[in-house]
């Protein structure tokens, strides 16, 4: 039977009330194909209740955000660590950054080792910069991830205050497998980890010891962010390194170690720090796990290692 109300249309903007601006908007969009909104997903959630931006394949215009970034001229950095028998990832981590990060973009790779020598010869597209740095080795594994966030900190500190615009800080023990660009570029912005993205926060591994300063309390976390990705402006990864790096150290004098090290003091960083951006977990798949539908491309994954080989203890 059929009701006597008005038909309302759904959508407002394809109202019956056709003005001059709407067709001028119409011949805009049909000379710009690239103004069009991205398919909808609806598999996925792209954004945050903050209002961040969640990005997957298929919500975002690569041709569009780079014309925009290209007229800005940025720079930008990654930070990659390969202490001891991590050196043996750092070839393919080079290779494909090549192929896949920034491509067309100034980038400048920094590589932290302990073995300088043992760094490998890769070719750089012009523009793009390789830049190796020494660093200790340690007996344990948990002190040289965990260091990160102090190297990180001077690093910015000391060097790049004048000439990069954004830094990403990586595990080196991944590859890249397709585009990583100016899409992932914010003032602060995490990925959100392969291993939980489907889990009630009730199952993020956080740290839960109240005495620890990377604590997250029962009922709390937006997400589980990995700690092998993340980046945005200088000022806001120096903020997060600075701090991640003071609370590790604090612990430390206490005899805390956070249950994931600098992950977890990241992720209590981010609780209180919201991302402006968060990358799905395209951006930091693991080759060991399946890939589920709704990762329609997997731009950056940690290899499959054996950890009783490669970790100092
Ligand atoms: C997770 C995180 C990692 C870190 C760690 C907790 C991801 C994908 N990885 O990975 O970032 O938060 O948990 O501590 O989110 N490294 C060396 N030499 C070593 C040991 C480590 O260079 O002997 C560097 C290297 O760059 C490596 C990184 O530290 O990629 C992280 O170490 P990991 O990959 O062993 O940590 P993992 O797999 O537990």
Redesign the pocket.
């Known amino acids: 039977m059929l009701h006597s109300t008005t038909f309302v249309p759904k959508y407002s903007c394809l109202s019956t009330k056709l003005t001059p601006a709407f067709f001028l908007l119409a011949i805009f969009l049909s000379m710009n194909p690239s103004y069009f909104i991205c398919n909808l997903r609806t598999d996925i959630v792209s954004v945050t209740p903050w209002l961040a931006p969640v990005v997957w394949e298929g919500t975002f215009q690569p041709v569009l955000l780079d014309s925009i970034y290209q007229k800005r001229n940025i720079t930008v950095a990654a930070t ?8 043996r ?1 750092l070839k393919d981590f080079l290779e494909t950054a090549e192929q896949h990060f920034f491509v067309g973009f100034k980038v400048k790779v920094y590589v ?2 302990d073995q300088p020598n043992e760094v490998p010869k890769v070719k750089m597209a012009a523009g793009r910069e390789l830049v190796v740095r020494l660093v200790q ?2 007996k344990r ?2 002190e ?3 260091r ?1 966030m102090e190297i990180i900190q001077t690093l910015i500190e000391e060097m790049l205050k004048n000439d990069v615009d954004y830094i990403f800080c ?5 590859k890249f497998h397709s585009r990583w660009g100016t899409e992932s570029l914010g003032e602060l912005v995490a ?1 959100i ?1 392969p291993g939980y993205y489907k889990d009630d926060r009730s199952r993020f591994p956080y740290e839960r010891r109240p005495t620890s300063r990377a604590y997250v309390a029962p009922g709390e976390g937006d997400f589980y962010y ?4 993340f980046g945005g402006v200088l000022a806001e990864v120096h903020q997060l390194a600075q701090t991640c790096h003071k609370n590790f150290d604090d612990d430390a004098k206490e005899g805390i170690e956070a249950a ?4 977890s003091h ?1 992720n209590r960083y981010l609780w209180l720090n919201k991302p402006s951006k968060v990358l799905s977990p395209e951006y ?1 798949w ?1 080759d060991f796990k399946a890939r589920n539908s709704e990762v329609r491309v997997i731009r950056f994954s ?1 290899v499959i ?1 054996d ?1 009783n080989q ?3 203890n």
């Open positions: 990659v660590f390969a202490v001891g028998k991590y050196i990832f932290f080792t080795n340690s594994w948990q040289i991830s965990a990160r990586l595990d080196v023990d991944s990925v980890h990995c700690g092998g990705a994931w090290q600098e992950e990241l930091l693991q940690g290692k950890y490669i970790r100092p």
